[in-house]
């Protein structure tokens, strides 16, 4: 199929290379040009525009760093503008659910299939091609834009109506977020009381208590030994990457008039993580705010 | 086996008929008398003081409602001075980790083993000798007291010394509690901006954001047929309950100087809630604070 | 002087009124043409757009409901190609301080002078004249701003550079929300102890604990008599708008990457709040969290 | 008059040594005999128990550490028993009301007068003889104390029956605690943004953000000179001692069942505070969580 590819970070790097490996035939964009050195040595065609990315394709694919910059790629620089009425449209970004309605919206108005498809899984599973992908918009959409992610990720999931692929993804993190500090101060507490780490872990993971912060993901070093604790916090899904997502959210429920408590301190307590020189760690790290080296 | 059990509300009348049931000589004692008619009804034998309970029995279970009970039957009214050197001591109260390891060194100290057990599980598990028991004290005494609370219980799990059943059952509770509530949260968030809940509880349910909370006793009305929401938050484990060990937890955490913010938040949304008049209600109606019916 | 003056709602209406007892010359401009009847019927002509208020004036002085509002009126539809270069630009808004360097900035590039000057008072202030201006902007321009100001308010504060007249709003209503808060769980916590509530403000009045919502706005009804608080919670500074300022602070901290814990509580209290239905009343009714009536 | 003083830290040793300026004669006692040797230097006669302090005097005033020292000074130690009856009781301590209560009770059980005098004004007033003495007890005890508390403090308050000095104390320093965070952030936040801290100090210290936090104390290096902030926040009033009295009236909610949400989590900043190695620097080094050096 022809796809055209825009925005080549360390996710969409690994996620082009990937339909490359399946024979997808691939033109690439990205207002870096360094970046698309790398594609085109593989084999793919460069372009000089947004809007000539998404000109003769079958697909369109975006993986962009925040909603200003899926406006602009998809309203201004021209992907509605170059692509053919028919062309389907998938963005992998992770951007505010309104956003992602509002360019779905003027997409549908264009006459194009549009889906929001952001991925869980960080580089690791991008380089693996085992994303997850959380999908909004129709059925039929979701069924066309299915075998393509398949060729990125191993669980691709269909959320609902346009945007629903942010609202799962933005809810989730959340979710995690704040589980990963309760599990991070359970731990620490836990360990400052006199148990032995290890012990405790068990017993909560058997228990009420466990999650996946808790039993795979455990924040306490030395617990699991694939985890990121284990090796000084390297590697895994940065502590300012998080932030990101909690800011995202606490931005969703303000609009939707919504309280989040527990969401709202746990975007500030990544803030002051990031603020005290951490934000390049793992986001377990955050376990640094209760239990001192 | 001849044992003493001291202390016969909601967990405890269950828990000595479990013993009755598996042909154990019982003597109770409770300070409301009618208490043990129950119990007597059933073959027990009943006392008039908490230090004759402990007479002549090979073991004295405790099942009290706080720290000061526990101080006070064992070290006061004189389990301590009732019983005979070499006795089992084994308490089931939740109470704090200090006053756990303060009663089992005056133990101790007078040649008793003891261990401290607290349990989770609710008044279902005492029902149906279903309890996880958490148990803090030497391996030997944890041994010795092993079968006895298999007679009550399934899951019996050793914590380490003295102290550290509580430890384990508080700070895991600490957990489940903020999960909880980061489930109520994700869950109304997602719903209020327009996702089916059972298809985002489904999607955190197999990633990241994933917890007890979710996949066991999702808070959100008709996600899970079994769960308490689902029945109007009746039965279950009681939002009252939930915030007497969130009180227990940060108070154990100021004790050892130990930050959990979270964990203090999660007190203050439960003392919220139960002065919004929802003490009663299984402790998943935190959701209340985020959806209005 | 000649004034166009743009948007007409609670503030704007009486702040106009105002400049035309001081004799000034107004064309004045609202999206919603009732709303300029108030004011044409008392002397001004009224205009069919932004830009065409703009021509021909001295000052254009504009009072819109937020940053999307303000971006659209000087950029969109055209203060800045309405009005002659050298027009004094005056934003009473209240927006977010980066939305107000940017409008500003590109002012300065088509030689308009330009403050920001957000206000407070509430509606009681603008028809009193009696309004605080707090005017971001260049010395110059503050000098030349402050005479027609002084038409509405008494109290006109230089704060720097442009952008900060929005700066010292939203960080002193930070401060203002998170000690009403203060004040209301000192005040609930004293009278359920046992204290007699006019005796505890009494005390915290005199000592550290004194601030603006205790000494002047207490929120226990009864303590001070001319305080919303004593009738009902009506007028004065609705709750929504309080909820409003703490979302602006509180994105500005997130872009700003600074912490702000209290802040962020403060505004999922309000969010609370006002989801309780409670969002019309005055901002101390938040005491109803915390004391049931 | 004759005054037995028990407790001579940091706080009582100043205390006592005004009350021999005025010329009363004393009876001093504590536990650290080194303690002592200061005052029976300036006249005061030691004694060997807190029972033979009370002995023989028409007023006994103690100055202790917590709850659990007042508790055995009265009940265990001997107050009670050494003293006459009809001997005037004043304990300054800082303690959780229910103790106050309940020793208080016990003492008129047995036909003392006594008050509990709670102060604030740190070692600085103590020294200078004008501490605030926030009183609680009979309003005839309170006449009869007063003088006494007039050779230590300058401005003596009745707040009520018996614990209500306490309630006052806790109570006011909560809010007290919050605010200064609340100025703390807001200082922080507008510096971030841009602004001259000293502008927004004058801007919110004549608007609705003032409070004594921000007029008196402001934790801002060199906005106000005579403050703490401004010689590395040395002297002062501990954070540790802030912590305590946080401590303190959290209790003092959770036994009341009533939400104190930012007192809370004033508790928990400023445990996260003392465990960053702040603990010994003035209350307004909390802004170091704010702001980097």
Chains 1, 2, 3, 4 share one sequence.
Request: net charge neutral; hydrophobic share 40%; with cysteine.
């Amino acid at each position: 199929m022809n796809i055209g590819f825009i925005g080549l970070g360390h996710m969409g790097n690994p996620m082009a290379r990937n339909l490359l490996k399946h024979r997808h035939t691939l033109k690439v964009f990205d207002v870096m040009p360094d970046l698309m050195k790398a594609l085109t040595d593989l084999g793919a065609s460069h372009t000089t525009s947004a809007s000539k990315c998404a000109e003769d394709v079958d697909v369109v694919i975006t993986m962009l760093p925040s909603s200003p910059h899926v406006r602009s790629v998809y309203l201004r620089d021209g992907v509605l503008s170059g692509a053919a009425a028919g062309t389907l449209l998938i963005d992998c970004s992770t951007i505010d659910p309104h956003t992602a309605r509002d360019v779905a919206f003027e997409a549908l108005a264009k006459k194009f299939n549009m889906v929001d498809a952001p991925v869980s899984g960080g580089t690791g599973g991008a380089e693996a091609g085992t994303l997850t992908f959380m999908v909004g918009g129709d059925m039929a959409d979701f069924e066309k834009a299915k075998p393509i992610l398949e060729c990125m990720g191993k669980n691709i999931v269909h959320c609902g109506g346009a945007g629903n692929g942010q609202v799962a993804k933005i809810c989730n993190n959340m979710m995690l977020a704040i589980e990963m500090i309760a599990t991070a101060e359970g731990m620490a507490l836990a360990a400052k009381l006199g148990m032995d780490p290890k012990v405790f872990a068990g017993i909560a993971n058997t228990s009420s208590g466990r999650c996946w912060s808790s039993d795979t993901y455990n924040p306490f070093p030395g617990v699991i030994d694939s985890a990121p604790a284990s090796r000084g916090y390297s590697g895994g899904f940065g502590s300012d990457l998080m932030l990101k997502d909690l800011t995202l959210v606490t931005e969703a429920a303000k609009s939707a008039k919504q309280p989040v408590m527990l969401g709202a301190a746990a975007q500030q307590l990544y803030q002051l993580h990031s603020s005290n020189g951490h934000g390049g760690l793992d986001f377990s790290s955050i376990i640094k705010l209760y239990k001192k080296d």
